[in-house]
């Protein structure tokens, strides 16, 4: 499985982002997609992330309210930001993992949110 991200950007605080992530190569084995982050300093955390037939979703407590996951395809699931603040800037990873807990990362997509 191959992980293309797109969508990262410089925004004013307070705006909005849409992160997109496209699957390819063996798509039909993927169970969950999903966003990582990484500020500079600080560990990779988990953003939020969605199981295949969208009925299964899990955020971070941090972006609860403001950011919402979806998937549209076996292929594609985006990440839509809301109410951005400057504690949101950081590297987002897209993520994917199939039904033998392999994982898949992709190449991270730089958001900076400016105050």
């Known amino acids: 499985v191959q992980l293309q991200a797109s969508g990262g950007g410089l925004v004013q605080a307070g705006g909005s982002l849409r992160l997109s992530c496209t699957a390819s190569g063996s798509i039909f084995s993927i169970d969950r997609m999903g966003w990582y982050r990484q500020a500079p300093g600080k560990e990779r955390e988990l953003v939020a992330i969605?199981?295949?037939?969208?009925?299964?979703k899990k955020y971070a407590d941090s972006v609860k309210g403001r950011f919402s996951i979806s998937r549209d395809n076996a292929e594609k699931t985006y990440l839509q930001m809301n109410s951005l603040k400057p504690e949101d800037t950081a590297v987002y990873y897209c993520?994917?993992?199939?039904?033998?807990?392999?994982?898949?990362w992709g190449q991270g997509t730089l958001v900076t949110v400016s105050s």
């Open positions: 993520y994917a993992d199939d039904v033998d807990t392999d994982e898949y």
């Open positions: 969605i199981i295949i037939d969208g009925g299964w």
